[in-house]
């Protein structure tokens, strides 16, 4: 499952990161890397953006990173 197709409310668990190496060292800065419990915060109105928590640090991605972060999905939205 990828970190884009969750919801608001969702966590999850970082499995893995599809990308190139310069994105996963910035992602890496911002504390999002395999092993990570994540949780969806809000998305934007045409799903462009979405915000996750992860290690208390609220973090904001294009719908484009989202799509090459693999997780395992943990807890459905309320």
Do not use: N, P, W, Y
């Not at 668990?13 to 599809?18: A, C, K, P, S, V």
Request: net charge negative; glycine share 8%; proline share 0%.
């Amino acid at each position: 499952m990828k970190l884009s197709d969750l919801h608001k409310d969702d966590q999850a668990l970082i499995i893995g990161i599809g990308t190139d190496e310069e994105l996963k060292a910035r992602l890496f800065s911002f504390g999002i890397a395999r092993g990570t419990k994540i949780s969806i915060e809000a998305c934007s109105l045409g799903k462009q953006t979405v915000e996750i928590m992860a290690e208390d640090t609220l973090i904001g991605l294009r719908m484009s990173e989202a799509q090459k972060i693999e997780v395992e999905f943990l807890k459905a939205s309320k």
